[in-house]
Structures are given as structure tokens and as C-alpha cells.
């Protein structure tokens, strides 16, 4: 396993965990449309609060098992390729409502580094 795919894999996972359990009430510069928390942005997004419930909990399974991937690499591009697609929902989102590129890039950022962890160690 390269150092650029482990890097990836830790970079990525302790992201979607920042997100997803330290910041979800709280206002970035990336957050869809005007909102100022999670919540807020699937609702610009037009989406509903299951949704949010379900890809909260997609994203946070994946980003366990790339971490559990370290120990376990069988588990490692299946995770990375899910949240590579849910990603790539995240950036066309982004799109939907319009938003600068500048919202858009820490999608796109984490969708490549998916990628590479998928793909990279091939």
C-alpha cells in the first residue's frame, strides 16, 4: 500500500467524521447555498431529513471502514468506491443550486481522493 493511498484513506475518513460528528451544526464556507449547518444545506438542496439521516450514515460506514481498511485492506476499495459515488452526489448537488465552484471543492477534493484510494494501489 503506497503512503499517498494510506495519506488518502486518513485524510478522507477524519474529514467525513469532522463533518459528520464534530461540525454538523455548525456554519463553513462550503455549506450549499446560504446554510449555515447540515441540516439547512440537504434542505437547499431540496432534499428531506431522512435522506440526510441516510447519507449521514452511508458516509460515516464508509469512513469506519476505511479506516478499518488499515488492518482490513479487503474493505478498503468497496468503501472508497461508495463514498466516491456519494460524493459525486455531494458535487452535483453543489451544481443544482448554483453555487460557486469555490462551495464545490471540497466534494470534488475527497471524489479524487476516493478515487486514488480505490484505484491507486492497483
Not at 59 to 81: N, R, S
Amino acid at each position: 500500500m503506497s503512503l499517498l493511498v494510506t495519506a488518502c484513506q486518513i485524510i478522507v475518513a477524519l474529514g467525513i467524521f469532522n463533518v459528520w460528528v464534530v461540525r454538523p451544526g455548525r456554519a463553513t464556507p462550503f455549506r450549499g447555498g446560504n446554510a449555515r449547518n447540515i441540516r439547512e444545506e440537504f434542505a437547499v438542496y431540496g432534499l428531506p431529513a431522512w435522506f440526510m439521516i441516510l447519507v449521514g450514515t452511508l458516509k460515516l460506514t464508509c469512513a469506519t471502514l476505511l479506516l478499518a481498511g488499515l488492518w482490513f485492506p479487503a474493505l478498503t476499495q468497496p468503501a472508497a468506491i461508495a463514498l466516491a459515488v456519494l460524493m459525486l452526489g455531494a458535487v452535483s448537488m453543489h451544481f443544482k443550486v448554483r453555487d460557486p465552484l469555490k462551495k464545490a471543492l471540497p466534494s470534488v477534493c475527497v471524489l479524487l481522493m476516493c478515487l486514488v484510494v480505490a484505484f491507486g494501489g492497483r
